[in-house]
């Protein structure tokens, strides 16, 4: 195994879970978002350890996520929460998969085949409230989707929405969305088709307003530790951890140009050490001359221009860093630390980012 790696600590992430459920009501049932391979995390370990901590539910992006989960044995209800081309319809039924339904032709495709496949699709028919992407708007759920809903080829599982601002520092945007998808949860209710599952909330809106969890909610970067909105709460714990090790040590004098177009140039005699790993690992290259690495409990700054496959840091001259030395780029390290929400910052983005752009040839090992 190449010295470079990414620990998934799977107990963390059992805790994550288990502490974010005990803030649900009892009625409340708990989605795992584990689309983009569990967030880079792994999909499946990430999903047996949800699972065991409570989770009813998986969702998934892809069909294609859902069947290699079906394909590992995982067997509790999976949602496809994005859109699902009608060719791969069949395949998500036989896969029992449920799928987001939001416009007329996605709707017939879905009947069909529940009539070819003699087993009624489960559908969540999606409202967009505000979010501006997949989903019919609440004006657009009338009297005939309510009669296409009786359809005996479907089953009526879920009705959703998707928040745009739960993460925002007021709640105003979130309560107008949530009363705009109260208006069609109503119209459900009013026409004897009320769903089994009424969701909307995502980790942000988990965490912050009770009064959108109705009976589910979907969990996604809060499980994992990662921050979903400022002031995240400090009982949930990062599940990953990126280090590799120093492979090169080299003295060098004043005024010696580091990396490709040598963008920085050392300003006094130092030690430069290289480190296993680049942008083709999703160690972005907008990190380089901002970011920094700890070596033995030090924040070492990360020098020059990040290459494909290695990066250079400074230390000390009288440091005694050598071969060998482990190097914390996401994690803890003698009472320092380096979160993915930290990098995303130096890069004008989100924690999301970081860990589901860590590349697959960064081997995942898994602990407790």
């Avoid at 990430?46 to 044995?73: D, H, S």
């Avoid at 589901?356 to 995942?364: E, N, Q, V």
Wanted: glycine letters at 10%.
């Amino acid at each position: 195994m190449r010295p470079t790696v990414a620990t998934v600590y799977l107990d963390r992430l059992y805790d994550n879970v288990k502490w974010i459920e005990s803030k649900l009501n009892p009625q409340v049932s708990f989605m795992a978002v584990v689309k983009a391979d569990g967030y880079g995390h792994g999909a499946e370990p990430i999903a047996r350890t949800a699972i065991a901590a409570g989770a009813k539910y998986l969702g998934v992006a892809l069909v294609e996520e859902g069947m290699y989960l079906r394909g590992q044995g995982i067997r509790v209800p999976i949602l496809v929460l994005g859109q699902v081309p009608l060719y791969q319809i069949e395949e998500a039924v036989r896969s029992d998969l449920e799928i987001v339904v939001f416009d007329p032709a996605t709707f017939d495709q879905a009947v069909l085949v529940g009539q070819k496949t003699g087993k009624p699709v489960k559908i969540h028919i999606k409202i967009d409230t505000g979010m501006g992407r997949i989903g019919m708007s609440p004006d657009g759920f009338d009297d005939e989707w309510i009669e296409r809903l009786r359809h005996p080829g479907v089953i009526f599982q879920g009705l959703m929405t998707h928040f745009a601002n739960a993460d925002a520092g007021t709640a105003q945007e979130t309560m107008r969305q949530t009363s705009r998808f109260l208006d069609v949860v109503e119209k459900c209710r009013k026409n004897g088709i009320t769903p089994t599952w009424i969701h909307a909330a995502n980790s942000a809106a988990a965490l912050r307003f009770p009064g959108t969890h109705f009976n589910l909610v979907r969990v996604g970067i809060a499980m994992y530790g990662l921050a979903a909105y400022n002031d995240m709460p400090a009982a949930l714990r990062p599940v990953l951890d990126l280090t590799s090790e120093v492979v090169f040590v080299k003295e060098v004098e004043k005024g010696f140009p580091v990396g490709y177009g040598g963008t920085y140039v050392t300003p006094t005699p130092m030690k430069i050490a290289t480190v296993p790993i680049g942008y083709a690992d999703g160690y972005r290259r907008g990190l380089s001359n901002r970011s920094h690495v700890l070596i033995r409990g030090r924040a070492c700054p990360v020098l020059g221009r990040i290459s494909m496959d290695q990066l250079n840091v400074g230390v000390g001259i009288e440091d005694e860093v050598q071969v060998g030395d482990k190097v914390v780029l996401i994690g803890n390290q003698e009472g320092q630390s380096i979160s993915a929400d930290q990098l995303a910052e130096l890069l004008d983005t989100i924690g999301y980012e970081i860990v589901t752009g860590l590349s697959a040839r960064i081997p995942r090992i898994y602990g407790n």
